[in-house]
């Protein structure tokens, strides 16, 4: 018999009550057990993971897996849904083709973030989406020096800089005037957010590239923000390694949903002005 994982963020309204609905027929047919989300690393043997949530809700399922490469599908019950293609209805008529391993599944870069102190000590963050390096007070110019595999680059000045992956591109990667990365593309996005100059744009660079973003002109610190969901604070001399990381998320993809339809759906794409 089949193992789910159910995890489920018990913030997102609905989100229980889908739980319990699901629960008695899901357990008729595999071997159920349920977390909720967390800032936490699980070991698990299932051989499916839903998630009960939105698209953040995948974020934090991503770092709680910590690079397990076992299929992850998404029931929204969030916002936008990029991620979580799923309807619950949608889940349960699918359900067996889904541990059958019949949808699907894409390998989703990921990244392997190393916040270092000047002081030698480390911290280690398992990223999906993206990370920011910026100022520690919001409206306050930030100097980060950037190193691509050992070459000096530039010294950004603005509100920070940001690495994506082609999951995150579609983010704040895409509102801070990134390129979008189609989901199978092996490459990362370096944008910088409102950069004090005309003459920086955003660069794509190969997945294998190693970033080191250094804040070296600082107010009051920075920060390094993983996935928008964990904060590490920065000092003078701090440094943060970008590195791809060696396991990829799985992501169980609705077959119904196709990628740019979901963009023009979600996003509005070719939609005319509203002139009135």
Not at 78 to 103: D, H, I, P, W
Not at 193 to 214: K, N
Not at 255 to 266: G, Q, S, V
Request: a neutral charge; glycine letters at 8%.
């Amino acid at each position: 018999m089949k193992r789910i994982l159910i995890l489920v963020n018990a913030e997102k309204p609905g989100a229980r009550e889908a739980l319990e609905t699901l629960r008695p027929w899901l357990e008729s047919r595999a071997k159920v057990q349920t977390m909720d989300l967390a800032d936490a690393t699980i070991e698990t043997d299932a051989d499916l993971v839903v998630v009960l949530g939105g698209d953040g809700s995948i974020l934090k399922a991503a770092r709680m897996l910590q690079g397990r490469e076992v299929p992850v599908l998404g029931i929204n019950m969030g916002k936008l849904g990029y991620l979580a293609e799923f309807s619950a209805q949608q889940f349960c008529e699918k359900f067996e083709r889904a541990v059958a391993g019949q949808l699907p599944i894409s390998r989703r870069l990921m990244l392997a973030v190393r916040c270092e102190t000047a002081a030698g000590q480390t911290s280690e963050h398992l990223v999906l989406n993206d990370v920011l390096v910026a100022g520690s007070e919001p409206h306050r110019m930030v100097g980060i020096a950037a190193t691509i595999d050992g070459e000096a680059v530039t010294t950004y000045y603005g509100d920070g800089v940001l690495v994506s992956t082609p999951t995150g591109s579609t983010a704040y990667c895409l509102a801070a005037g990134g390129p979008v990365l189609i989901p199978r593309l092996d490459a990362i996005a370096l944008v910088p957010v409102c950069p004090h100059s005309l003459t920086h744009r955003p660069i794509v660079l190969r997945s294998d590239a190693e970033i080191v973003l250094e804040p070296c002109d600082l107010q009051k610190g920075a920060v390094c923000v993983v996935d928008g969901q964990e904060k590490v604070h920065l000092a003078r001399g701090d440094r943060v390694r970008i590195l791809r990381a060696e396991a990829a998320f799985l992501l169980v993809h609705n077959p119904d949903h196709r990628p740019f339809e979901t963009l023009r759906a979600k996003l509005s794409w070719g939609q005319p002005p509203r002139y009135r």
